[in-house]
C-alpha cells in the first residue's frame, strides 16, 4: 500500500470514528490565515507605544515586515504551485 492510500485511509478511519470534526484542508489553511492576522497585531501594538519607547522603531521595522511577508503571501500563483 502506498504513503497516500495509507494517509487517506486514516483520515477516512477517523471521519467514521467521529474524531475529524474539522476537514485536513482546513488545518492546512490555518497557519495561513494567522500568518494574514500579524500586520493586524503588531499595527494594534504600534498604536499602543509610544514613539519615545525604545521598541517603536523595532515594532515599525517588524510591520514592514510582517506586511510585506503578507503581500508575498496573497500574491502566490496557486495554479502555478499544483505544476
Known sequence: ME???KFAKF??????????RVD???YLI??????MRYPM??????????ELHEDH????LTLAKVREMAK????????ELGR
Open 3 to 5: 504513503e497516500n492510500d
Open 11 to 20: 483520515v477516512a478511519d477517523k471521519r467514521r470514528s467521529g474524531r475529524c
Open 24 to 26: 485536513l484542508m482546513s
Open 30 to 35: 490555518m497557519p495561513c490565515q494567522r500568518s
Open 41 to 50: 497585531l503588531v499595527q494594534e501594538l504600534l498604536k499602543h507605544t509610544s
Open 57 to 60: 522603531p523595532i515594532l515599525e
Open 72 to 79: 508575498q503571501q496573497n500574491d502566490i500563483d496557486v495554479d
